[in-house]
T-cell receptor, first 111, second 114 residues
Framework: GESVGLHLPTLSVQEGDNSIINCAYS??????FIWYKQESGKGPQFIID?????DKRQGQRVTVLLNKTVKHLSLQIAATQPGDSAVYFC??????????FGKGTRLSVIA | NAGVMQNPRHLVRRRGQEARLRCSPM?????VYWYRQLPEEGLKFMVY????????ESGMPKERFSAEFPKEGPSILRIQQVVRGDSAAYFC????????????FGSGTRLTVV
């Protein structure tokens, strides 16, 4: 069940290091996955997406990996910068059903 | 090309008052989604609308909450007789027609019920 009021898990990394943020999704029928970045006081911002017929997709400094066997999604950020500090959410979708969001991970970059 | 516009950014209401939150989708987007976010939590789906139609309202509380997306004008999320538990950030997202793609979110409306 859901937990209300718990703090978000936090990942702290040194500036310049690589970050890996993990997400376990719930619906084995989901065929579309997205990572969003949310900075304080702002709305979620699209980072990268991947469809279930792929297991890896690369963007600029970001890579998303999908493991359907264990229903696991990860976001890798290369050479993490202070501007990467934010909360990161994974989301899953199926057909035209609304996206379902995970609980989020706070990334804190240490300069 | 303006993004998804939400207003007001901040809204304070006393218990028992009504709150109206507005969302203008991106130009050319005909699908609108409303999500609610409590502090330190993820986004919870509330309702999915297309022009003049509610497609999925499975995340909406049965009482006091309603949403519309008229033929002309913004989408409106209305909360009647607000209670303190309604305090949250409400985000609207829009999408062009077609299979699931990433939504574009607005900056949200932060509702505080006092």
């Amino acid at each position: 069940g859901e937990s209300v009021g718990l703090h978000l898990p936090t990942l702290s990394v040194q500036e310049g290091d690589n970050s890996i943020i993990n997400c376990a999704y719930s619906n084995s029928a989901s065929d579309y996955f997205i990572w969003y970045k949310q900075e304080s006081g702002k709305g979620p911002q699209f980072i990268i997406d991947i469809r279930s017929n792929m297991d890896k997709r690369q963007g600029q400094r970001v890579t998303v990996l999908l493991n359907k066997t264990v229903k696991h999604l990860s976001l890798q950020i290369a050479a993490t910068q202070p501007g990467d500090s934010a909360v990161y959410f994974c989301a899953e979708g199926f057909g035209n059903t609304p996206l379902v969001f995970g609980k989020g991970t706070r990334l804190s970059v240490i300069a | 090309n303006a993004g998804v516009m939400q207003n007001p950014r901040h809204l304070v209401r006393r218990r028992g008052q009504e709150a109206r939150l507005r969302c203008s989708p991106m130009k050319g987007h005909s699908h609108v989604y409303w999500y609610r976010q409590l502090p330190e939590e993820g986004l919870k789906f509330m309702v999915y609308l297309q022009k003049e139609n509610i497609i999925d309202e499975s995340g909406m509380p049965k009482e006091r909450f309603s949403a519309e997306f008229p033929k002309e004008g913004p989408s409106i999320l209305r909360i009647q007789q607000v209670v303190r538990g309604d305090s949250a950030a409400y985000f609207c997202a829009s999408q062009t027609a077609g299979p699931n793609y990433g939504y574009t979110f607005g900056s949200g409306t932060r509702l505080t019920v006092v």
